[in-house]
């Protein structure tokens, strides 16, 4: 059947138009696409529709509501704001590494941020902990790491989020592809220009070796007092000698730390002094 162009027909013509339409489509053929989900109209408002503005509308409507958008389809869409899987960094470390990635234009050894103590086991770490003890937690690190600790809260999420974004547990360098020596999961400590582990990496590794021990317990079995303590005085001397540095803030310095090799060719390391024979 012809198109009808409202501009030449009749209010009647298009009255007996629509009757005519709206029996060339059979209800079922609406209701299929609605109770599959798909446009998410009632069989009753399809049907008001075809009656007020006729069937070819309400199948362009039903079109539409088909469609999936995608990046050639040519229409504007409203994709909600989803956070990536491995964007674990808040927006004060956000704003500190774009910043320095600026002062730095096209440096592979400032590509990313590595973590010391790896961030998996500190998330691991505050799981284990009890509300009072998150709590704990956040009353003795927020005041040496206030870009970490932005918001005071010890739910488990803020305080997991928060002890990601220790700036202490940083160390900028290239794309993790780029290097031969990444540890994944394990301890990953910075070296001073003699080779010799620095101040902070060295009570990222205390704390590190602690949580290794805790997690490998039995489920369930609960952090004690004493190895709290144990733990929040490992990050403190870390956010310490981080602070006595920088200065406070997530204090992103390149130099800080030492790279071997070369990430054109995949061979960045970070390499300490070998410990020496028996």
């Given at each position: 059947?012809?198109a009808?162009?409202p501009?030449k027909?009749?209010?009647?013509?298009?009255?007996?138009?629509?009757a005519?339409?709206a029996t060339?489509v059979?209800?079922?053929d609406?209701?299929?696409d609605?109770?599959?989900?798909r446009?998410g109209?009632?069989?009753?408002?399809?049907?008001?529709?075809?009656?007020?503005?006729?069937?070819?509308?309400?199948?362009?409507?039903?079109?539409?509501?088909?469609?999936?958008?995608?990046?050639?389809?040519g229409?504007q869409?409203d994709?909600?704001?989803v956070?990536r899987?491995g964007d674990w960094?808040n927006?004060?470390?956000?704003?500190?590494?774009?910043?320095?990635?600026?002062?730095?234009?096209?440096?592979?050894?400032?590509h990313?941020?590595?973590?010391?103590?790896?961030?998996?086991?500190?998330a691991?770490?505050a799981a284990?902990?009890t509300?009072?003890?998150?709590?704990?937690?956040?009353?003795?690190?927020?005041?040496?790491?206030?870009?970490?600790f932005?918001?005071?809260?010890?739910?488990?999420?803020?305080?997991?989020?928060?002890?990601?974004n220790l700036?202490?547990n940083?160390?900028?360098?290239?794309?993790p592809?780029?290097?031969?020596d990444?540890?994944?999961?394990?301890?990953?400590?910075?070296y001073?220009?003699?080779?010799?582990?620095?101040?902070?990496?060295?009570?990222?590794?205390?704390l590190?070796?602690l949580?290794?021990?805790?997690?490998?317990?039995?489920?369930g079995?609960?952090?004690?007092?004493a190895?709290?303590?144990?733990?929040?005085?490992?990050a403190v001397?870390a956010c310490?000698?981080?602070?006595s540095?920088?200065?406070g803030?997530v204090?992103?310095?390149?130099?800080?730390?030492q790279?071997?090799?070369?990430?054109?060719?995949?061979?960045?390391?970070?390499?300490?002094?070998?410990?020496p024979l028996?």
């Open positions: 059947m012809r009808h162009d501009d027909t009749s209010d009647a013509d298009q009255t007996r138009a629509r005519s339409r060339a059979r209800p079922a609406v209701t299929t609605v109770t599959a989900g446009g109209r009632s069989p009753l408002s399809l049907r008001a529709l075809q009656r007020s503005i006729g069937n070819a509308a309400v199948s362009r409507l039903i079109e539409q509501d088909r469609h999936q958008h995608g990046a050639g389809c229409h869409q994709a909600p704001a956070q899987a960094k927006k004060q470390t956000k704003g500190a590494l774009k910043a320095l990635k600026q002062q730095h234009p096209g440096d592979p050894l400032v990313t941020l590595h973590h010391i103590a790896p961030k998996s086991k500190l691991e770490f284990m902990l509300a009072t003890q998150r709590g704990d937690v956040v009353k003795a690190l927020k005041p040496h790491a206030p870009t970490a932005t918001t005071g809260s010890s739910s488990l999420q803020a305080v997991s989020d928060a002890l990601k700036p202490a940083y160390a900028v360098g290239p794309e592809g780029n290097r031969t990444d540890p994944g999961a394990g301890i990953d400590p910075n001073d220009r003699e080779g010799a582990i620095t101040p902070r990496s060295e009570e990222l590794e205390q590190n070796t949580i290794a021990g805790l997690t490998s317990r039995p489920a079995t609960p952090v004690s007092p190895e709290l303590h144990t733990f929040i005085a490992h001397a310490q000698a981080h602070n540095i920088t200065g803030g204090g992103l310095d390149r130099d800080r730390v790279w071997h090799g070369d990430p054109a060719t995949r061979s960045s390391r970070r390499t300490g002094t070998l410990s028996a």
